[in-house]
């Protein structure tokens, strides 16, 4: 089959590598469409991600959809020609994190396109049965591929305890924070408010169900007006964090998901005073069945955040679009193509 | 002013009585519509329900909304000519529960319409400030009104643990059952089966939203598959709780809203295997901002299920018009006609 | 290695079969205690529980404790010579609700002693390494073989989310009830009641930390003043179950430990009036550390309850025990004597 | 009456002050006993804190108990000549806070000791009934003004969600480092480990039942294994928060107690990884019950930390107590004598 490889910084080649054999209890896939996370573009652009260095070849992609068409030893479902969402995170399930349900925890975690686990910008990928989600035909593979980042959103509406009639506060408008907008309207929130420097994004946002939208240069999110009760912090920027959480009101949730930086500074007296619950997020557990019916409920499209796609041999172009393109927000590999 | 007063089982009379005034922390309310509720026909049928007998002469009505006309000492807010839905229990908010934020578990509750507290079928009521709901004026009258029951269907959800993505089934298709259904879409339900025996009803509540219906005559819901999450019984017919208990997968949720029998009888070993969990509800607390923020998005109409509309000097037409018209699903009273 | 086999009602004998050896993943465990469950004995007695029947020659026995003698591919913890208590259930770990969290609510779960999975009345038993959970010197071999029952007390506790100043309601005074007693006053519950019909028992509850007993022929549970914050109902004797949810306040919450009945009728007018929350409980998941801790720090001495211990060859003579001394409470055979 | 005012920062004077008289729903108190807590230092040494500056006289003190000598109209409990424990915060109970049971953050809250709300250093208070909580006999005048700071160590065990066999690090040994430590204790930790630079209150800590105690300039809290499962921070030492927290194991939770400094950084990166979840607490909500339940039953005797008792004619001595004796814990005084 053919892969494309990143081999350092700024490297990435189509390679021909042998078509992965699934082993008990696992399925092969054909990749039909894969997304590329921004986490992919830092590792083709600076080769690492904090502790985790390309130090062999990888291939990237973890938002993948395919065709299920061989299964290993002892898997019965999903059958061969079911089309799948691949979660990409495969937990050992037999340490306290797992045994718990917090598999997302598992310290022996092996996550796609996460060295020196291989990802999906491949034509095959293999994965436990019970990680190949069947969808129904009304998900596209694009949609599918993104189930993916939408249960980054999903997870955080739950650490967030979104419901009917929750306000919420998105502070960043790329596809985490859209799609988390996305999940927090599905959950039942009737205002949320999304914060982002970009116009273009935040028209985006409102499109896609916002109802309300800042640009943080000319409003402050504190002047929010009755507070927020939740925040779903989506920029990664530090300062940005602070802020938002002072926009809170009494018994507030803030929950951390963007990432990028070691530490914070949170204005303590406000988390005390409030009693302000603060809680970080590390991927997702369990949010797939979520996923899929609330997309194939049509709550929520996915898909309208793709804005190019690209067939494999043109990975690298996929991974330069958004540096290319300053209107690109979501780009798909469709490794068939 | 006047006000339909009910002398008992089968006699209700338009009478005049004193404007009331607010007392402190209280404001007067102009009643512009007042819900035709069940347990309202049971007092006028039967003269009482359960221990609570109506001896002196009672006002029905505890589904109301009205126009701020007075405020009492102390009260700035809501304003004279607010529109306001009005919440018609009232909590000590002294005792252990009213402090633990149970209030709808106050051993003190006086509630509108139950002996021998007098209801809002009459031009004016007095109400705790806080008790007013002011409403924006995309919400009309009657809607303002049925927030009321559609506090039952939204506390329902909340017991339930209803979020995104559940497997709803519930039983009933009653105004209680028509609006908890509404209000678990609004929660996030992607599955919501709704059983009956009345075709009409089950007619509306697809219309409403319903993703499916059913006659427990003609199909069981325990062969539901996949087994839903969330069982919300609004049905109050023993029999159906029984069947509906078993419908629910691992670790589902059953939430008796239903009323009028003292026992019921439970599959203690599915309970057990499948670690169900069982809760009675009791009324509402702190339901009014979410009802308010459902309907006003618009995610919610509960004045869709109002068949027809009388005058206060017709309040027993309004209450004998569900034992007339098979069609009737929800009678509101307009006293200001 | 000799094992106990139950050939059919009544019928225990002892057999030479083969030294198990643990496969990947597992530990083979040298037993040195293990309880004689009710469960124990109503298959000895009626050669079934329910829809589960002795078919084939099973070994009883699911509350073990040992010495790690083996460890298979994979296992390098606990270590050959580690002293352990037995997790007697093993999930598939691959469904949903084990990657929930909940897998003791797995479809596909082997329990031991259940028939057609054997348990450990035997010398030696296999067992996945991460169920064979290491205990500090300080806890004994039949402490550490207890630690089973106390499970289900543990679990119970946490479903009704017993927790400092909880008053508590314990119905049947048996191991389970005298186990679940004592694991609510380390959760922190001031009060708790534990009611029988057994003076002996009521009085081994006091002896071992119950506040008050009462039996129910001489003083109802309803009278208790003031009422019981939750019910951890251990008799399985429907009748108890009605009087025992009566006797909890607003808020309360029920846990249906005890098994034996089909069906149950519960009092539904007082669950909704009260919102009670009643919850039904299967095994445990997650409570092997908990328990080994409280058992460790002095808290709770499980091996208080054993009366009586026989050699693995006196088998059927500790299934008996029971039944022929009416003080028996705890059995436990000692394979290695 | 005779009370203590506190005229400005260094100003404390003996003054004769009308008996107060207890209005609708009051009773007045006879003080027998009221803690010397570290915000009443503060304001006698700097004449504020925060935005809450003393501008008229004040009464300090709110760790009061007494004997309740009259009632105001409309009161029949508790009765006059009843001991009882006074919770120093009155809400409007009115406030959206109040009715969701979170009336700590009641944004009208009226609190002794805070100005312009006088406090407890006089032989006389008046306060609603529902806040004079009855003791009895068993718990000593000493004891019972302590559980309003034992309410905040029982504050901070349930929004960390201390339960049996948790693992809890307690960071600064003060007066609330060490009652919240108690309270871990009574709420089922089996791990309990108490940090300080202050030997003497290290060793005071294991008095109490601290598992561990550890002096962060020789051993980090980062080194614990197994890692704490929640950090009780009562240091309120801003460099002591960020290690504390890095401290944590996964899921694990961090409530921050300690005040004092109006930022605080945090380790993002493991926050995110760990799904570590950080809350504020401010003061505390129906914790009195609970309170009253573990010192009656000898769970927590807060009064081991009493070093000195001064009359009332002596405050400024006890409030000066702390700075001349480096070995004073806690000091109360006593306005009868």
């Known amino acids: 089959m053919r892969a494309a490889v990143l081999r350092g910084p700024g490297d990435v080649v189509l390679e021909e590598r042998p078509d992965p054999e699934p082993g008990p209890g696992e399925v092969a896939v054909r990749v039909t469409s894969v997304g590329v996370c921004g986490s992919d573009v830092h590792y083709y652009e600076h ?42 995170g495969i937990p050992d399930r037999s340490c306290d994190q797992c045994l718990a349900g917090r598999y997302n925890l598992c310290p022996n975690m092996r996550f796609f396109a996460t060295p020196p686990v291989d990802g999906a910008f491949a ?59 996305q999940a927090a309207l599905a959950f039942g929130a009737t205002e949320v408010t999304v914060s982002d420097v970009n116009p273009a994004r935040l028209a985006l946002a409102k499109e896609l169900g916002a109802t309300a939208v800042v640009d943080p240069r000319q409003g402050s999110v504190t002047d929010l007006t009755p507070a927020p009760h939740v925040l779903l912090e989506c920029s990664g920027h530090p300062p940005a964090v602070a802020d ?57 499209a996915p898909d309208r955040l793709v804005t190019s796609a690209y067939p494999l041999d043109q990975a690298e172009q996929a991974l330069t679009a958004g ?15």
């Open 47 to 88: 080769g690492r991600i904090g502790r985790f260095v390309v130090e062999e070849p990888l291939v990237l992609g973890h938002e993948a959809a395919g065709l299920v068409v061989a299964l290993g030893p002892g898997v019965s479902s999903p059958a061969v020609g079911q089309r799948v969402s691949i979660e990409p």
């Open 123 to 181: 034509e095959y990928v293999v994965v436990p049965a019970v990680f190949a989600h069947a969808v129904p035909e009304i998900i596209g593979d694009d949609a599918a591929a993104l189930l993916e980042p939408l249960s980054v959103g999903i997870w955080a509406c739950r650490k967030g305890r979104v419901t009917a009639g929750t306000r919420v506060l998105v502070t960043g408008a790329g596809p985490i924070g859209l799609l988390t907008a």
């Open 244 to 300: 938002a959480v002072r926009a809170l009101g009494p018994a507030g949730r803030a929950v951390l998901v963007g990432t990028g930086s070691a530490d914070v500074s949170l204005p303590l007296q406000v988390v005390q005073e409030r009693e302000l619950e603060i809680t970080g997020t590390f991927r997702y557990a369990g949010t797939w069945p979520t996923a899929i019916a609330l997309v194939a409920s049509g709550r929520i």
């Open 323 to 337: 540096r290319r393109d300053p209107h690109s927000v979501k780009v798909v590999l469709r490794p068939q193509t």
